[in-house]
């Protein structure tokens, strides 16, 4: 699988936010939820999708947003996690690739303020919910191809954003290469949210036997749109160790990698898979190890 890691345990921290037009006022807000963590014991903390920005509107997000090199958001993120001595993971922020493409981008920093891992959103959310939302994520955003693993002192994390929640396989692709906690920062609308959030971070957890550590947006936004929050840690037999209110702030839990492997043993989903024939197919399905 890898590098061998340790079985020390370490404090995780996921923050909850209401991210607005504002970029300088969302950093604020997000660096004085990061010291909260930082000051509970946290040695990882994760921000929530679109930390900085938060705007369906294309051409002010465009304005609003900089290019990675460029981004003073970004620069103070590293600022701080060297600062603090902690491994932060930005969850997501919205980043100029072209002049009219963007990326929403995850950053993991480590103790020292260097970037020790990108991730590119790979799934677009773009559904038609009822009472007429409408979210076409693939018109604002240049999806991703390639699934992100990074090893941090203790264990080695898998990285996604928010709708990719909803796509098992993936979930499975970072556990069979070696995760054994995985992150879903997340932006899930209250209607989604009310109906699918707890189920599907609970089972992600369950169904890969890892950790899973989920910030959130919570509330509503300037752009109009209502976010559900609760963040939660949830572990590898699916119990939710912490869940935010649904106010903004910090949630914490403690996360000892020997419980992954433990539950793995005990139901070895991520060896036990058969390869089959689909319906109607003539071709082998299955997770190739």
Same mark, same amino acid.
């Given at each position: ?10 404090? =995780? ?13 969302? /950093? !604020?807000? =997000?660096?004085?939820?990061? !010291? ?17 920005? +938060? ?5 002010? +997000? ?16 590293? %600022? ?7 491994? @932060? ?7 100029? @690739? ?9 950053? /993991?920093?480590?103790?020292?303020? @260097?970037? +020790?891992? !990108? ?9 038609? +919910? ?21 090893? *941090?002192?203790?264990?080695? *994390? ?11 396989? @993936? ?22 949210? %009310? ?9 992600? =957890? ?6 899973v550590i989920a910030a959130a947006q919570s509330g509503r936004h300037q752009d109009g749109r209502e976010t559900y929050g609760h963040a939660m840690i949830v572990d590898p037999w699916g119990r939710i160790l912490a869940e935010a209110p649904s106010d903004a702030g910090v949630i914490v839990a ?6 992954? =492997? ?20 003539t071709t082998e399905i299955g997770a190739a190890r």
């Amino acid at each position: 699988m890898g590098v061998h890691h340790g079985s020390r345990i370490f404090r =995780a921290a996921a923050v909850q936010m209401r991210s607005g037009l504002d970029v300088a006022s969302n /950093v !604020r807000t =997000a660096e004085q939820y990061i !010291r909260e963590a930082a000051g509970q014991g946290a040695q990882y903390v994760l921000t929530p999708e679109m930390t900085t920005v +938060l705007d369906r509107d294309r051409g002010r +997000l465009l304005a609003a947003i900089d290019h990675e090199e460029t981004d003073p958001s970004l620069a103070r993120f590293r %600022e701080l996690a060297g600062e603090l001595g902690i491994y @932060l993971h930005i969850g997501s922020m919205a980043i100029k @690739l072209g002049e009219d493409t963007v990326a929403n981008r995850a950053f /993991v920093i480590g103790p020292t303020g @260097l970037i +020790l891992s !990108r991730y590119d959103k790979i799934h677009m959310f773009d559904v038609d +919910l009822a009472g007429g939302e409408s979210y076409r994520e693939s018109k604002l955003y240049r999806p991703g191809a390639e699934a992100v693993v990074v090893d *941090l002192p203790w264990v080695r *994390l898998g990285l996604t954003i928010c709708y990719d929640v909803r796509f098992p396989s @993936l979930y499975r692709s970072l556990a069979q290469s070696g995760a054994s906690v995985i992150a879903i920062p997340a932006a899930f609308t209250r209607t989604t949210g %009310e109906a699918h959030w707890h189920v599907l971070v609970r089972a992600r =957890a369950i169904e890969t036997g890892a950790f899973v550590i989920a910030a959130a947006q919570s509330g509503r936004h300037q752009d109009g749109r209502e976010t559900y929050g609760h963040a939660m840690i949830v572990d590898p037999w699916g119990r939710i160790l912490a869940e935010a209110p649904s106010d903004a702030g910090v949630i914490v839990a403690d996360i000892d990698p020997t419980i992954s =492997a433990s539950v793995r043993q005990r139901i070895p989903v991520l060896v036990g898979e058969r390869r089959f024939v689909g319906p109607g197919a003539t071709t082998e399905i299955g997770a190739a190890r």
